[in-house]
């Protein structure tokens, strides 16, 4: 059993940053692969981002590319996503997962204001 508790999100002007985190407890997740997704309300959960389990690979969405950077510390069991050049439709809950698996945190708000 993994449990992810997301944390950083808040109200941030388009054009701003913020970094989210995303911690493991209850075993390590150093083998898997983890991801980022988010839900607009009144639309559905959609992927952000994607780590493999050994740094080796990442993928985004095309609407974060080059704005979003994700990454790991398996050393201390955390994930990141940093947001840069926030825009409004990036308002969402974010969410973090162990992709194939089934755990996903409980979200963290994140709004953009104009």
């Known amino acids: 059993q993994v449990r992810l508790v997301e944390s950083g999100g808040g109200l941030v002007q388009a054009g701003g940053s913020l970094r989210l985190s995303c911690a493991a407890s209850?075993?390590?997740?150093?083998?898997?692969?983890l991801g980022w997704f988010r839900q607009a309300p009144g639309k559905e959960r959609e992927f952000v981002a994607r780590?493999?389990?050994?740094?080796?690979?990442?993928g985004y969405a095309e609407s974060v590319k080059g704005r979003f950077t994700i990454s790991r510390d398996n050393a201390k069991n955390t994930m990141y996503l940093q947001m840069n050049s926030l825009k409004i439709e990036d308002t969402a809950v974010y969410y973090c997962a162990v992709v194939g698996y089934g755990y996903w945190g409980q979200g963290t708000q994140v709004t953009v204001s104009s």
């Open positions: 780590i493999s389990w050994d740094y080796g690979s990442t």
């Open positions: 209850g075993r390590s997740f150093s083998n898997f692969n």
